[in-house]
């Protein structure tokens, strides 16, 4: 249990960002991108059950960038489910109702702990790895967002621990 605590920490549960949403392209739409990779666990398919790494990609993406529009107030979240349901990439998440956000517990039938006990997803938004959960975070345009699975408790994709 304090391990899956730890993981939405670093997943990013916490109070909402107070980004303020601004159009910088100036012609009225707000974009951002979106990614998902795990692209860690090319180096750890033994590590994990031959079944689980049948689903890891060759190149280690899930998704390839997307570019995006969104409305002002959406959250990182928002954009996430949407594009994922668009693209039919299967992913389960549940409500972390302590800390007012979601927890992402696997994309594309990839798991947290599937390649070990500090094993999960995370994001980042502009190479940021936020501290709070996705749909907490409120986006601002041209926002960079990737998802990434972490096999060392983001140690491993550039998170501080």
């Not at 059950?49 to 570019?67: D, F, H, M, R, W």
């Not at 709070?132 to 960079?144: H, Q």
Request: glycine letters at 10%.
């Amino acid at each position: 249990m304090i391990l899956v605590l730890v993981l939405s920490m670093l997943c990013g549960c916490g109070k909402a960002n107070t980004a303020k949403v601004a159009d910088t392209n100036g012609d009225g739409k707000l974009t951002c991108t979106l990614e998902v990779r795990c692209d860690t666990l090319l180096g750890k398919l033994d590590q994990m059950t031959p079944e689980k790494a049948a689903l890891v990609p060759e190149n280690g993406i899930l998704l390839e960038t997307v570019e995006l529009e969104f409305n002002g107030g959406e959250s990182v979240f928002d954009v996430f489910r949407k594009v994922l349901r668009e693209e039919k990439i299967h992913f389960e998440y549940v409500d972390a109702s302590a800390y007012d956000s979601v927890y992402i517990e696997g994309i594309g039938n990839i798991y947290e702990f599937d390649c070990g006990p500090q094993s999960g997803w995370m994001f980042s938004v502009n190479d940021v790895y936020p501290g709070l959960g996705c749909s907490s975070y409120t986006l601002s345009d041209g926002d960079v967002i990737v998802f990434s699975y972490t096999c060392d408790l983001g140690a491993d994709v550039g998170a501080e621990k």
